[in-house]
């Protein structure tokens, strides 16, 4: 009996230290993860180095989760840095250049020419053009800026949008006489939204159209309800965007080949302002383009009323 009642005891001894170990591993195990992830905030804060993760333990779970978690919130803001550091690096590359050309002119004019008449007006031409594009790039800059911190100015009323477009379409004409500027159909619809904003995101489309298509091409601009969104469409004949840059015209900066863009001008913000003003009046924008076909735009915004298709 006593035998029994001493091996009783032994046995619960015996466990209790079994547990007792086993605590202490999981718990060393636990705590050398927690001392991980400290470590590695510290080293984030100390030295912006977003490049290193945490190692993901195979359990328990809760500790994983938090893992991944952690390594996954990591990711997201050393893409956003860099977003941001890209961002920075080709807006003063772009505000850069005409700074350059101007200073060109200037020094060659201080240095030797002030006195010849085909030389200033040639400095003056060219640095009117170079002052007039970083005036608008500055303005785009902040419209962008002023757009992610959600202060966009913003005064929304019911817009006719048929009378916008028909409005876009004779200030378009007459800017360009060598493009034909037609539309097929424009519907009577009604939209909440800022006409201010609104125009100056069709006029971005149609300006990309006149500049991507030859003289001689067409681009028509077409209006119509659909259930309960507005469809517009800019359809061009122009010169086309690869498929495989389709998804990224919308980045900032971003132009299909630089090469072209020598011609045409421009800094890649037009399309990113575009998104930026149908985001803010809740729609949304897709590209329809084959190479040297053209390119078609459709928008769609939510209608003011509920109208059938
Ligand atoms: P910006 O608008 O700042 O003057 P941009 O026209 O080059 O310059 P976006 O309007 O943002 O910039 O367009 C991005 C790129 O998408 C253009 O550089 C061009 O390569 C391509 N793209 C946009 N619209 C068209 C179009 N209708 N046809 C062909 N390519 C287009
Ligand atoms: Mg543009």
């Known amino acids: 009996m006593i035998n029994k009642a001493w091996l009783f005891l032994l046995a ?5 230290w079994i547990s007792k170990a086993i605590g202490k591993m999981i718990s060393r195990k636990f705590v050398g993860q927690v001392n991980q992830m400290t470590q590695l905030a510290k080293v984030i804060a100390d030295s912006n180095d977003l490049s290193k993760r945490v ?3 195979d359990h328990p779970d809760e500790l994983s989760n938090l893992e991944e978690a952690l390594n996954g919130m990591i990711t997201r803001l050393e893409d956003a840095f860099e977003k941001q550091k890209r961002f920075v690096s080709n807006a003063s590359h772009e505000l850069r250049t005409p700074v350059s050309v101007m200073q060109g002119y200037l020094d060659i004019l201080n240095a030797w020419g002030k006195d010849d008449q085909e030389l200033l007006e040639e400095s003056l031409q060219s640095m009117t053009e170079e002052t007039y594009h970083m005036k608008s790039l500055i303005e785009n800059l902040l419209f962008l800026a002023r757009a992610d911190q959600e202060r966009l100015l913003y005064e929304p009323q019911t817009i006719q949008l048929n009378e916008l477009i028909d409005k876009l379409i004779k200030d378009t004409r007459l800017i360009t006489e060598q493009r034909i500027i037609k539309s097929d159909r424009n519907e009577s ?6 006409p201010r904003l609104i125009l100056q995101m069709l006029r971005a489309l149609v300006e990309n ?5 030859d003289p001689g091409g067409m681009i ?10 507005a469809r517009v469409e800019m359809i061009d004949d122009g010169i086309g965007i690869p498929e495989t840059d389709q998804e990224r015209i919308f980045d900032r900066f971003y132009r299909v080949d630089s090469a072209r863009h020598k011609k045409t001008g421009g800094s890649g913000l037009g399309l990113s302002l575009v998104k930026k003003i149908i985001e803010r009046h809740e729609g949304d924008i897709e ?11 459709i928008i769609v915004l939510p209608l003011s009323e509920e109208v059938e298709c």
């Open 12 to 16: 619960a001894v015996y466990c209790t």
């Open 55 to 57: 190692a993901i333990s």
């Open 189 to 194: 619809v009604k939209i909440i939204g800022d």
């Open 209 to 213: 159209s006149i500049k991507y298509t």
């Open 220 to 229: 028509r601009i077409n209006c119509e309800r659909c259930g309960e969104q």
């Open 287 to 297: 590209v329809e383009s084959a190479l040297g076909e053209g390119t078609k735009m």
